[in-house]
């Protein structure tokens, strides 16, 4: 099953490798990884999407508390949490395509933020499944070219 | 904030700070990029040993820390200096062993330019240290010292590492930024989570067949005091791993040995049929398990205590867990036993009986073996006596029958099995009790990997007995060549061996040659009353196995005994 860890880390050079490395040598698989600055220059997020049963998912999370650079390790999958992914998506239009492509682009409230001759490019937030199903959409309309940020997450605020 | 001029190099900031953690040797070995070090080293109270390889060094201050129990230092240049400390690094690491190793590096603006012995040392190390440090800012020195003192031995122990740029070390009169650490992320477990103490003793009280597993952990915790109270208390049954040897001293009447691959018996089967397991200080490593983490201790509830939440669950399913520091935690269960009654465990200490006097370790005693040496050295030993091995059957023998009564007297290499590990262990360790007789027992392979070191054993005129037990082949390898490619040998034989004890005179250490069992005890009481250093070489057949044996893959109680 997928986790979404949240890790905050020392804002160094050096500590993504120390990461990386981990998940690398003890043969875990990660997802997606985004590091990103937060609101304290010492500290860095990292939003890592990692597959494991439970018992994987401990020995990640107990590896990475170990790690120095690593202040915490929150395991928001069971929690309630808003995440979010950007995606820039290139897609191939002719004169046939272009309409039911910007309609495609509509329903899943995406914005056209590049045109040129022959191809589109789309930005789209949503969660992970939002995104996925764009993709599945338009594909058939010939994908050119397609990034994505990796997921962020972050818990609700308690009302 | 020191806002005056210190007039110190950055070498001479980094030397005061290690006089400050208390460091009083560093073994080392110099080189280009170390110059200001070696400089500042002259004004310094610290002393330092010249290895003759970086190896050594790093090996060295690996048995300093074991005898010690404080932090070992060591020293090495860049390049290829550094590489050399690799294996002693990842030595330590998977033996939880506390070291600051300390390389030089080139200067910050020739950094990633691949300039002459530049080598991204960190980079080679980062899966077998605790933590390193790369320093930019000798400003920060007294900070990064303090840290990775702290990091070091605290919590489960490790190396880490300090990559050390030229021109850190020989920038002028730096003033210091104060010493606070800043360890936001790194967290040591002590008392544990406690509310499963009463759970443990209930556990123990209600068992009928508990064995306790001790390892390393017990002896980095200083618990084996409240091991042996707690085992005397309930009557236990006590196993060890390699690491956890002298857990309960040998020949004490609950010690049943070690457990494992090399394990006798009856700790084998006790640890098989056992209703409780008690794990402490221990990582259910294969050498034990043999690799079937699901097929250990199955019958059994088992309990897991250890300082790394890592470790927790890890290799095998475990019922009760408690992270935290070994004595801490046992001392606990000592505060509660007294409200529960004692387990009873006469029945099972029957069985055990029995499987013990059915299955002894015994040998020959019309022919020179090494476990008569073994036993022989074990004789002439106190209760201050330090024995340091190298790796391969001399080794295990070793484990087997030598009478190891305190953990910090026996030094080896367990988890990396590092073969030249003995004789720069026992120069470290020599140097850290100079009151202490030094013993390593070795073989003619694993000698031969670091017998450089002889040289820094005569400079520092240390007194360490060295027995030999010279089978004239890399006798473990023999040994599972002979049982599992049914003995078609291949580059096991040493057929170019020196005469060891002219390489012994050759550096001014009495040699002395043993070939038959009547010169055994003589040649042993020699060695012992002589003042300085001697090597014994002790002829023995190649033939000699180490048993019982459980090969791989089998289930540790499907043991080879004869
Ligand atoms: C550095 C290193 N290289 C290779 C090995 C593999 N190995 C394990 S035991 C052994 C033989 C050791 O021979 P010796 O030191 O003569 O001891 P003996 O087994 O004969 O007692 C070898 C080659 C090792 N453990 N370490």
Redesign the interface.
């Known amino acids: 099953m997928l986790h979404t860890l949240a890790v905050l880390?020392?804002n160094h050079p050096?500590v993504l490798?120390?990461v990386a490395?981990l998940f690398a040598?003890r043969g875990y698989n990660i997802d997606s990884l985004t590091v990103c600055m937060t609101e304290d220059p010492d500290v860095s997020r990292m939003t890592i999407v990692v597959n494991g049963d439970e018992?994987v998912i401990?020995?990640v999370r107990?590896?990475l508390?170990?790690?120095?650079?690593?202040?915490?390790v929150t395991d928001l999958t069971a929690q309630s949490v808003v995440d979010r992914e950007l995606a820039l998506v290139r897609v191939e239009v002719s004169a046939e395509t272009r309409s039911v492509v910007l309609q495609t682009v509509d329903v899943f409230r995406g914005r056209v933020v590049d045109m040129g001759r022959s191809n589109i490019t789309i930005e789209l937030t949503g969660d992970i499944a939002k995104i996925d199903a764009f993709v599945h959409a338009i594909r058939p309309y010939g994908l050119l070219e397609l990034v994505r940020t990796g997921k962020i997450a972050i818990l609700r605020s308690e009302v | 904030m020191s806002k005056e001029k210190t007039g110190l190099t950055g070498a001479g900031i980094l030397l005061k700070a290690l006089q400050q953690e208390g460091v009083d040797v560093l073994f080392g070995y110099p080189g280009g990029v170390l110059l200001p070090m070696y400089d500042a080293l002259l004004d310094s109270p610290i002393r330092h040993v010249l290895t003759r390889h970086e190896q050594g060094a790093v090996f060295a201050a690996d048995g300093y820390a074991r005898v010690s129990g404080k932090v070992g230092v060591c020293l090495a240049t860049s390049g290829p200096g550094a590489t050399n400390v690799v294996t002693g690094v990842a030595n330590a690491y998977l033996d939880s062993i506390p070291l600051v190793v300390m390389t030089g590096q080139v200067s910050t603006s020739s950094l990633g330019t691949d300039s002459f012995q530049e080598v991204d040392i960190i980079g080679i190390t980062l899966p077998i240290t605790k933590h390193s440090y790369l320093v930019k800012d000798p400003r920060e020195l007294p900070r990064i010292i303090k840290e990775a003192f702290y990091i070091a031995r605290t919590g489960r122990p490790g190396p880490v590492l300090i990559d050390l740029p030229r021109d850190v070390l020989a920038q002028v009169n730096v003033e210091p930024f104060p010493s606070d650490m800043k360890l936001k992320g790194y967290k040591v477990f002590g008392r544990g989570n406690n509310g499963k103490i009463e759970e443990v003793v209930k556990a123990l009280s209600e068992s009928r067949k508990p064995v306790l597993y001790a390892g390393g952990g017990v002896v980095t915790a200083g618990a084996e005091g409240v091991v042996r109270q707690l085992t005397e208390i309930a009557n236990l049954p006590v196993v060890t791993t390699l690491m956890g040897i002298g857990s309960l001293p040998f020949g004490h009447p609950n010690l049943l040995g070690m457990v494992g691959m090399h394990g006798t018996v009856t700790a084998n089967y006790a640890v098989d049929d056992c209703d409780l397991l008690i794990a402490v200080g221990v990582r259910f490593d294969d050498r034990v398990t043999s690799g079937l983490g699901h097929r250990f201790a199955t019958k059994a509830k088992v309990i897991h205590i250890d300082i790394d939440p890592v470790e927790i669950s890890k290799v095998v399913k475990t019922h009760i867990q408690i992270v935290g520091d070994a004595r801490l935690v046992l001392e606990e269960m000592l505060d509660v036993l007294p409200g529960f009654t004692v387990p009873l465990v006469a029945d099972w200490w029957k069985q055990l009986r029995v499987w013990k006097n059915d299955h002894s370790l015994s040998y020959d005693l019309d022919r020179l073996t090494p476990q008569m040496v073994i036993e022989g050295v074990g004789k002439f030993a106190d209760e201050n006596t330090i024995i340091t091995t190298d790796v391969g059957q001399h080794q295990m023998w070793v484990a087997q029958c030598y009478p190891t009564v305190n953990p910090r007297n026996y030094a080896t290499s367990c988890g990396l099995g590092a073969m030249g590990y003995g004789l720069p262990a026992a120069v470290g360790a020599q140097i850290a009790r100079p009151d202490a007789l030094v013993i390593l027992i070795t073989g003619d392979g694993s000698l031969q990997m670091t017998m450089q070191e002889l040289a820094t054993m005569a400079q520092n005129k240390l007194p360490i007995k060295i027995i030999l037990l010279n089978n004239g082949v890399l006798g473990m390898v023999r040994q599972l060549q002979k049982t599992f490619c049914e003995g078609r040998y291949n580059q096991i034989q040493l057929d170019g061996n020196p005469n060891f004890v002219k390489i012994a005179e050759a550096y001014g250490i009495l040699g002395i040659q043993v070939d038959s069992v009547e010169q055994v005890q003589s040649a042993l009481a020699a060695a012992i009353k002589h003042p300085g250093p001697v090597l014994v070489d002790f002829t023995i057949s190649p033939d000699e196995a180490v048993l019982p044996f459980v090969p791989p893959g089998n289930e540790i109680t499907d043991m080879i005994v004869r």
């Not at chain 1, 508390?65 to 915490?72: E, G, N, Q, R």
């Open positions: 880390v020392e050096g490798i120390r490395g040598r018992q401990e020995q107990n590896q508390s170990k790690l120095v650079i690593v202040h915490t």
